[in-house]
Nanobody, 121 residues
């Protein structure tokens, strides 16, 4: 079992930056692919970014490519999402997930509780 806790969300103006953190406990993350997903009100949960178990591959949604960066520190059992050049359409609850495949939402078995990101125009 892996427990995930996200932090780092908040309110930021358009063009600003935030760094989300995902802390794992229970088991270390070093054998799991990890992804970030988001869900805006009235919309389905969507893929944002993912990193494979070794950190050698990263994947991004087209909407965030070039603005967001996913990284991991397995020594600390942490995964990060650096979000730059934020836009109002990035507003959503952001979730960290582990144990899945790339961008496939339903493939992930472990989820955090989410952290709210609000980008004002």
């Amino acid at each position: 079992q892996v427990q995930l806790v996200e932090s780092g969300g908040g309110l930021v103006q358009a063009g600003g930056s935030l760094r989300l953190s995902c802390a794992a406990s229970g088991r270390t993350l070093n054998s799991y692919n990890v992804g970030w997903f988001r869900q805006a009100p009235g919309k389905e949960r969507e893929f944002v970014a993912a990193i494979n178990w070794s950190g050698s591959r990263t994947y991004y949604a087209d909407s965030v490519k070039g603005r967001f960066t996913i990284s991991r520190d397995d020594a600390k059992s942490m995964v990060y999402l650096q979000m730059d050049s934020l836009k109002p359409e990035d507003t959503a609850v952001y979730y960290c997930a582990a144990g899945g495949t790339d961008r496939i939402v339903k493939s992930y078995g472990y989820w955090g509780q989410g952290t709210q990101v609000t980008v004002s125009s």
